[in-house]
């Protein structure tokens, strides 16, 4: 049994910063990319961030200059920066992780809410 589980979430204010950490537990054997995805109230769950096992990142143009993505064995992390009220969201962290099976699949954290107050 995999899992990813989520630490980081609150309120903050506008202007501050928060950081999101991911970590997946269980008997897993490898890893491939990772990303943090948001859903904004009353909106569709959207790709924030990615990274690959080479640690080259990509943002959503919302996010770039802002939030940086990054990773270790098993990890993946989110820090934002200058956090703006349309920042409010469930975040939730992916990762594409080898189970017992030894093949690929795509695993969720459970989300953890983040509010910026203006």
């Known amino acids: 049994q995999v899992q990813l589980v989520q630490f980081g979430g609150g309120q903050v204010q506008a202007g501050g910063s928060l950081r999101l950490s991911c970590e997946a537990h269980?008997?897993?054997?490898?890893?491939?990319?990772m990303a943090w995805y948001r859903q904004q109230p009353d909106k569709q769950r959207a790709l924030v961030a990615s990274?690959?096992?080479?640690?080259t990142p990509k943002y959503t143009d919302s996010v770039k200059d802002r939030f940086t993505i990054s990773r270790e064995y098993g990890k993946v992390y989110l820090q934002m920066n200058s956090l703006k009220p349309e920042d409010t969201a469930v975040y939730f962290c992916?990762?594409?992780?080898?189970?017992?099976?030894?093949?690929?699949?795509?695993?969720w954290g459970q989300g953890t809410p983040v509010t910026v107050s203006s």
């Open positions: 269980g008997s897993f054997f490898g890893v491939n990319d």
């Open positions: 990274i690959t096992p080479f640690g």
């Open positions: 992916t990762a594409d992780l080898a189970g017992p099976t030894r093949t690929y699949s795509t695993y």
